[in-house]
Nanobody, 117 residues
Framework: QVQLVESGGGLVQPGGSLRLSCAAS????????MGWYRQAAGKTRELVAV???????NYADSVKGRFTISRDIAKTTVYLQMNSLKPEDTAVYYC???????????WGKGTLVTVSS
């Protein structure tokens, strides 16, 4: 049974930092691309950052230089370090595991990040 469990969300003031975690189980973690997505109220879900099985990373333009995605293969966990947070970063953040060669992907249930003074 595949599980992706996000944690670390909460309320933070503008300019603050948070670190999100996504603990994965039931998958060959190192073989998957792990991504963070977000969905703000009334908007479509968008890609924030992805780390591929090779370790290469990509970021949405809106978060480049502020967010960092990383993973701990031994702990089967992917992280999203978010710095210099802005009110427009407010959203539910979701973790996704993708193995394109097999056409499979899994989603977590999300964690809410609210950036407000």
């Amino acid at each position: 049974q595949v599980q992706l469990v996000e944690s670390g969300g909460g309320l933070v003031q503008p300019g603050g930092s948070l670190r999100l975690s996504c603990a994965a189980s039931g998958i060959s973690f190192s073989a998957y691309a792990m991504g963070w997505y977000r969905q703000a109220a009334g908007k479509t879900r968008e890609l924030v950052a992805v780390i591929r099985s090779s370790g290469s990373t990509n970021y949405a333009d809106s978060v480049k230089g502020r967010f960092t995605i990383s993973r701990d293969i031994a702990k089967t966990t992917v992280y999203l370090q978010m710095n210099s947070l802005k009110p427009e970063d407010t959203a539910v953040y979701y973790c996704r595991a993708t193995r394109e060669a097999y056409g499979v992907n899994y989603w977590g249930k999300g964690t809410l990040v609210t950036v407000s003074s």
